[in-house]
């Protein structure tokens, strides 16, 4: 059974650049056919996705986000990492990372981290 | 860029009715979308794949129709546990806004 967990900061200053973590087991991140991805859900609102990339670094991204994105894949920690730029208290979200089958759903996801966004 | 519109942004129905759900997307999307129920403090729960294949699990109430830019969720014969927020997500990416039935 796949497993992914979240870690990073829970609390980050504006302007401050958020960087989360996402470590899998029971799969691997370098042969796996998943695409790898970060979903982040602000209080009451619906989801957002925010990119997914592959074992081969073949990214995917919110065209509304990608200036401040960055997706990352380390293979050698079984991991893959999100880097957001520029915070605002509108980045105050769940942030979720997830196994995505590609061009079909989400099979799986972490159990969120909480990253709230304030001085 | 692709967008989704669900609607309508809250139906109301009552138990053993049958609610019907839209999603539409600005462009043509084939079958690659998929359907998620979620409840409050819950992570989304996948309903249906590919336009009309049901997840594993998933009751055969629910239904998944639709290809191209116009797709619905149907669930038929409703259970007071079937109130959540329901999202269309396409290619395993964008997600729509969402429809809240109660």
């Known amino acids: 059974q796949l497993q992914l967990h979240e870690s990073g900061p829970g609390l980050v200053k504006p302007s401050e650049t958020l960087s989360l973590t996402c470590s899998v087991s029971g799969d691997s991140v370098y042969f796996s056919t998943y695409y790898w991805g970060w979903i982040r859900q602000p209080p009451g609102k619906g989801p957002e996705w925010f990119g997914s990339?592959?074992?081969?670094?073949?990214?995917y991204y919110n065209p509304s986000l990608k200036s401040r994105v960055t997706l990352s894949v380390d293979t050698s920690k079984n991991q893959f990492s999100l880097r957001l730029t520029s915070l605002t208290a509108a980045d105050t979200a769940i942030y979720y990372c997830a196994a995505i089958v590609g061009s079909t759903r989400v099979d799986y996801w972490g159990q969120g981290i909480l990253v709230t966004v304030s001085s | 860029d692709i967008f989704l519109t669900q609607s309508p942004g809250t139906l109301s129905l009552s138990p053993g009715e049958r609610a019907t759900l839209s999603c539409r997307a600005n462009q043509n999307i084939d079958t690659k979308l998929a359907w998620y129920q979620q409840k409050p403090g819950q992570i989304p729960r996948l309903l249906i794949y590919r336009a009309s294949v049901r997840a594993t699990g998933i009751p055969d109430r629910f239904s998944g129709s639709g290809s191209g830019t116009h797709f619905t969720l149907t669930i038929n014969r409703l259970e007071p546990e079937d109130s959540a927020m329901y999202y269309c997500q396409e290619n395993g990416s964008m997600f729509g806004q969402g429809t809240r039935l109660e």
């Open positions: 990339i592959s074992h081969s670094d073949t990214a």
